[in-house]
């Protein structure tokens, strides 16, 4: 007996795969600084963890499947309070981001249509759109001119009668990327005409930097009956672990069949909406300010270190808490192995994730890694000091 066919064509994440070395390496002593995975060491705020400790019901009881009263109330004001209204049956709360994601391109699509997407991108939807029977069709960004969308006529030159939707992360993860708001205008402009779904996945709304703005796709209201909004607590408020997520459109009637998705999973986890009502009701600007510094200073330690090397190619992102830089090596995975492998600096090394797994089209990004700066900035210091030592020691070795 073998496995489908759908598993077998599904990609290993470039993000996970090298775990194993990285558990080898600290079973036997060593330390690994994790840049390879938007996991923030920043402390879940402790009302989270309040909310769940006072829950005082003695049945654990499922939430209903559209969402966790309390929660979906409490999301829809959040959105309100950034300026997007929606209407009680225009949102369904999701198991993270990922589910949304998943029940976006089930509602949307059928099966052997297409997605156009911008890779790099987050080496998920791959596996999502396999699983929903998809394809992505996929549109090459490039680290030269920071990894910005190209022009719409060369977007538009890839629309089929297949096409059905465009998908956007904004914040950009793996890139960093912001996209502007004249970027977003002319998608927008795009997707009307071709009548086309508009994906955004908004998960690092609050993480932009120098004073730029996000943009999002509920801006348009000329794109309302399109526009699919996608989002997740994992990163805003470092609860990656509650998977709690959410979609939203003004388009009823995609949120209705939306919610049969929603009713034949059940529904997302209680306690962790019942910790996540706390985190929308009681975490204020405050909070977004000093993350935002916080993040953009870390920002700012790993483009110091990159920029000390002028053979890696990297501008300034813009936003969320990746990097993806073009290094000087021909392997980006073989690179990354050997650092977990064979190269430390007082027993420490540093693990990236290869760029390579984040792009649909073959032999792409073999010399790129991407850096998620989650790491306090001694640590983050440490990390990049050692990646450095590690590029320069490898281009001796590289055959």
């Known amino acids: 007996m073998r496995p489908s066919s759908r598993v077998l064509e599904m990609q290993e994440s470039p993000i996970r795969k090298l775990v194993p070395y990285s558990d080898r390496l600290i079973k036997s002593g060593k330390s690994v600084y994790h840049l390879n995975i938007g996991q923030p060491d920043i402390e879940t705020p402790q009302c989270f963890w309040d909310a769940i400790h006072k829950f005082e019901k003695k049945v654990l009881s ?26 009680k049956d225009e949102l369904i709360i999701t198991n993270g981001g990922s589910e949304a994601i998943y029940f976006a391109m089930l509602a949307c699509l059928e099966l052997g249509q297409e997605i156009i997407v911008f890779e790099p991108f987050y080496t998920n939807y791959n596996s999502f759109a396999g699983m929903a029977g998809v394809k992505l069709v996929p549109v090459t960004t490039y680290a030269e001119n920071g ?25 950009n993860n793996p890139t ?37 703005e996000h943009v999002s796709v509920m801006e348009f209201p000329e794109i309302s009956q399109n526009a699919i909004l996608l989002d997740s607590i994992s990163k805003r408020y470092s609860a990656c672990g509650a998977r709690v997520g959410s979609v ?3 388009n009823k009637d995609i949120m209705k069949n939306i919610m049969k998705l929603a009713q034949a999973r059940l529904c997302a986890p209680t306690l962790a909406q019942v910790g996540a009502t706390a985190l929308n009701r009681e975490i204020g600007d405050d909070y977004f300010i000093e993350m935002r ?10 483009m110091e270190y990159l920029k000390k090397d002028p053979e890696i190619i990297c ?9 993806i830089a073009k290094i000087p090596v021909k392997d980006s995975t073989e690179f990354a192995t ?3 492998r064979d190269f430390s600096v007082n027993n420490e090394t540093t693990m990236v994730a290869p760029a390579n797994g984040f792009y649909a089209t073959p032999n792409i990004g073999n010399d790129e890694i991407r850096i998620a700066y989650i790491l306090k900035p001694e640590n983050l210091k440490k990390a990049m000091e ?10 001796k070795i590289e055959k």
């Open 248 to 250: 939203a459109s003004k």
């Open 338 to 340: 050997w650092m977990l």
């Open 62 to 87: 499922y939430a209903h499947s559209q969402g966790l009263t309390e929660y979906h109330e409490s999301t829809i004001d959040y959105y309100k309070n950034i300026g997007i209204d929606f209407d």
């Open 147 to 171: 990894f910005d969308l190209p022009k719409m006529a060369d977007i538009e030159k890839l629309i089929t009668k297949k096409t059905k939707a465009i998908m956007i992360c904004n914040p």
């Open 315 to 323: 501008l300034t992102p813009g936003g969320a808490f990746y990097i």
């Open 176 to 212: 960093g990327t912001v996209y502007s708001r004249e970027k977003m205008k002319e998608l927008a402009s795009l997707v009307k005409k071709h009548n086309l779904f508009l994906f955004s996945d908004e998960v690092y709304r609050e993480f932009v930097y120098d004073g730029q």
């Open 386 to 395: 050692i990646l450095l030592k590690g590029i320069k020691e490898y281009k």
């Open 293 to 302: 510094k916080e993040y953009q200073e870390r920002r700012d330690i790993v």
